[in-house]
């Protein structure tokens, strides 16, 4: 189950998020990426302008900063996807008509032991337009590997990490059916207009997830803030916006807001 903008029980500011309404130390991944030891990910940050930035709190008190940076839309070709990975995937993300986002982080532990660190992510369902569901390849480790975004999270494990220490992460998004005959390489725009979205990651240090009553944020020009017509000044909830050119502001219905499903406002 994914997150809708009438869930309860926010864990950041403005962003409620339902994977599974449990914490990270009890849910069951659709797939866990091996550990970023043997092949560390490439540092990030000359990718240009970062797209958002988490902060973020665990039970144990752990702190946990995500930087994240979107890349374009490229067709299976053009992008560095793991061929192998992509055919895992179910279909139709593995069809030949998906594209490609690559989604790179770099993630800190800023605490003051050493820990176990990871992520857990996911679709928004409905998020697009077309109703496909996106997948998810995993990096880091000896191979990558391919979930199915599935409402039950995603997780991958970035690795044991002393105090201050930062990590690099690679994952990349995969947007089914987004080539078709009569667009064969569909821009930014046309993408956007579809409104894919993906939860906001959230860092777990040894099994701990969110401290829900620590506070957090997210910020950044890819955050998404969807708002339900219903709950007017109310605080909505906060998404990731996997292409560009997706509004970042949107509005929801409220007979199918625990679906996530948003459009633009």
């Not at 797209?51 to 070709?77: C, N, Y």
């Given at each position: ?12 500011p ?29 540092d990030?940050s ?6 958002f ?79 496909q ?99 007017s ?33």
């Amino acid at each position: 189950m994914l997150a809708g903008c009438g869930s309860s029980g926010p864990r950041f500011p403005n962003v409620r998020s339902t994977i599974l309404h449990k914490p990270i130390a009890t849910t069951t991944p659709a797939t866990v990426s091996t550990a970023a030891t043997s092949t560390p990910a490439a540092d990030p940050s000359s990718s240009g302008p970062v797209s958002f930035v988490v902060r973020a709190t665990t039970e144990q008190g752990d702190r946990v900063k995500m930087e994240g940076w979107f890349g374009p839309a490229l067709t299976t070709q053009e992008s560095d996807v793991e061929g192998s990975a992509l055919s895992e995937c179910p279909e139709p993300a593995n069809d030949g008509r998906a594209m490609v986002v690559k989604l790179e982080m770099a993630i800190t532990l800023e605490s003051s032991l050493s820990g176990k660190v990871g992520f857990s992510t996911g679709n928004v369902a409905g998020g697009s337009t077309t109703q496909q569901v996106m997948a998810f390849v995993m990096g880091n480790g000896s191979r990558a590997s391919c979930g199915n975004g599935e409402p039950s999270a995603t997780t991958g494990e970035v690795g044991t990490m002393q105090p201050h220490e930062t990590q690099h992460y690679t994952m990349w998004l995969v947007l089914p059916n987004a080539i078709t005959p009569a667009d064969p390489h569909p821009s930014e725009q046309t993408l956007g207009h579809e409104h894919w979205l993906m939860l906001v990651p959230e860092p777990s240090v040894d099994g701990s997830g969110y401290n829900q009553d620590q506070r957090s944020s997210v910020s950044g020009p890819r955050v998404v803030h969807c708002q339900s017509a219903s709950e007017s000044g109310g605080p909505g909830i906060n998404y990731l916006a996997v292409v560009g050119d997706t509004p970042r502001t949107m509005t929801g219905e409220q007979s199918v807001m625990g679906e996530g499903k948003c459009a633009a406002g």
